[in-house]
Structures are given as C-alpha cells and as structure tokens.
C-alpha cells in the first residue's frame, strides 16, 4: 500500500523533475480517506496521506525549478476497478450486489447524491496541471462537497 500511494510517485517524480521544464506541474491523485476516518482502510488512509505530505514537500522542493506540484482528492468515482480483481463468475455476482448496496449508501451521504465520473477527475487534473498555474501545494477535493459540507 505505502509502495504503490507514497514510495512510487515520490521516485517518479524525482526521476521526472529532471527532465521536466520550468512552468511543468505534476499532480498527484490522492483520496478522501486522508482527511477522513475510514474503518477498515486504515493502511489506505495513511498511505493516501502520506501521498498528500508529499504533494506539500514536493512543492516547495520543486519550486526553485519552476515546477508547481498539487494533489486531487477523489472522492467516490464510479469505476468498475474493484470487479477486475475478481475471477469467478459467481463471486462477480456477490460482490456486484455487495457494490449495489455500497454504491446506494455512499451516494446517500454525498451532498450531490451520486458517485463522480472519472472524466470529472480527469478535467481536475488537467485544471491543476495547465490552468491554474498560481496554484502550488493545493489539494483539490473532487468529492461531490463530501469533505466540505
């Protein structure tokens, strides 16, 4: 977990900075669970929070390069990743019914009672990294107001 949201974008990002040139930006996607207590995703939540750590040093490390770094918090974003994981067909169709119900609750409790699109995440991403060029350390949440409201 710590590899994959901490330890590989921190090597990718030093390794880039180089050959990256001034007015470059890099952004980084982190999660809600950083700001947010999550039973059962513990190791998630601090990893995505040490990513967002990263984000804040990286900045001002890079700065003198000219290279702005900011993070994205998504929130929940409908995206069939957690089916891909899974073989069986039979165990396909529990956990499908298992995200059903998940998927009714969490857009419950979002203030726009729904999941977000991953071009919504996308057209984040792409305002950080060319349009928002005064912008620098910023974690941009992408949550449907969940962290704010």
């Known amino acids: ?62 700065l003198p390069q000219g290279i702005r770094v900011n993070a994205i918090s998504p929130g929940p974003i409908d995206t069939p990743v957690i089916l891909e994981t899974v073989s069986p067909k039979e165990q396909i169709e529990h956990l499908t019914k298992q995200i059903e119900h998940f998927t009714n609750q969490m857009s419950e409790v979002n203030p726009m009672k729904r999941f977000g699109r991953t071009e919504e995440i996308a057209k984040a991403a792409v305002f950080l990294a060319f349009d928002a060029t005064f912008t620098n350390g910023h974690e941009l949440p992408v949550d449907g107001g969940m962290t704010q409201l």
């Open 1 to 62: 977990m710590f590899n994959r949201n901490v330890k590989w974008p921190y090597f990718a990002a030093q390794k880039l900075a180089t050959l990256m040139p001034h007015g470059s930006a890099i952004v980084l996607s982190t999660s809600i669970a950083n700001v947010q207590g999550l039973p059962m995703l513990s190791a998630y939540a601090a990893a995505k929070a040490g990513l967002r750590s990263l984000a804040r040093s990286l900045a001002a490390e890079l």
